[in-house]
């Protein structure tokens, strides 16, 4: 079956750029049924959207965090991607890959989740 | 954005026990409405989708109804793998956004 995994650093320092990626296994990013998406967790905000992929390249954001977020999708290798600059304590969460359906719009498969502390 | 409110908080029941959870958001989004399950240190589990389709896979004690702004989850009898938190999320509009978590505890 289909399977995210979630690698990244899990330390970033305040105004450095915070940088994961998903591997999808068991399944292709390429499929036209699903975006690819990046949630994140914390206490504080509780569930938060932050973009979404489509194996195309086209890509949506959460307006709160668009100036500092990039999603990308890398086909050839199975994966996709996110970018967040310039982080601050406020960013540390824990980030999950997320398959998103494209019909209704659920999020329907999750990985088990990365935890990004912000610290110097 | 479009704001999800639940209620309750959190709530305690017993096994058995029915519980309805309500999700109200700050504008009508067409039963673009999921609920998902979240046990600790686990990720979100996707329940109801478009709100009322219950999930493959999912129990059939778990039900979902509402309409425009206002909605329900429904757990018909209570099973000790349920004590969970329970999020709504709206997909009518981006940014997509989550209610802030219903608690069920063991009464």
């Known amino acids: 079956q289909v399977q995210l995994q979630e690698s990244g650093p899990g330390l970033v320092k305040p105004s450095e750029t915070l940088s994961l990626t998903c591997t999808v296994s068991?399944?292709?990013?390429?499929?036209?049924?699903?975006?690819w998406a990046w949630i994140r967790q914390s206490p504080g905000q509780g569930l938060e959207w932050i973009a979404s992929?489509?194996?195309?390249?086209?890509?949506y954001y959460n307006p709160s965090l668009k100036s500092r977020v990039s999603i990308s999708v890398d086909t050839s290798n199975n994966q996709f991607s996110l970018k967040l600059t310039s982080v601050t304590a406020a960013d540390a969460a824990v980030f999950y890959c997320?398959?998103?359906?494209?019909?209704?719009?659920?999020?329907?498969?999750w990985g088990q989740g990365t935890l990004v502390t912000v610290s110097s | 954005d479009i704001q999800m409110t639940q209620s309750p908080s959190s709530l305690s029941a017993s096994v058995g026990d029915r519980v309805t959870i309500t999700c109200r958001a700050s504008?009508?989004?067409?039963?673009?409405l999921n609920w998902y399950q979240q046990k600790p240190g686990k990720a979100p589990r996707l329940l109801i989708h478009?709100?009322?389709s219950l999930q493959s896979g999912v129990p059939s004690r778990f039900s979902g109804s509402g309409s425009e702004t206002d909605y329900t989850l429904t757990i018909s009898s209570l099973q000790p793998e349920d004590f969970a938190t329970y999020y709504c999320?709206?997909?009518?509009?981006?940014?997509?956004?989550f209610g802030q978590g219903t608690k069920i505890e063991i009464k």
């Open positions: 992929v489509f194996y195309t390249g086209t890509t």
């Open positions: 504008q009508s989004i067409s039963r673009y």
């Open positions: 999320q709206q997909s009518n509009n981006i940014p997509y956004t």
């Open positions: 997320v398959r998103q359906q494209i019909a209704a719009e659920n999020f329907d498969l």
């Open positions: 478009a709100a009322s």
């Open positions: 068991g399944g292709s990013v390429g499929i036209s049924s699903y975006y």
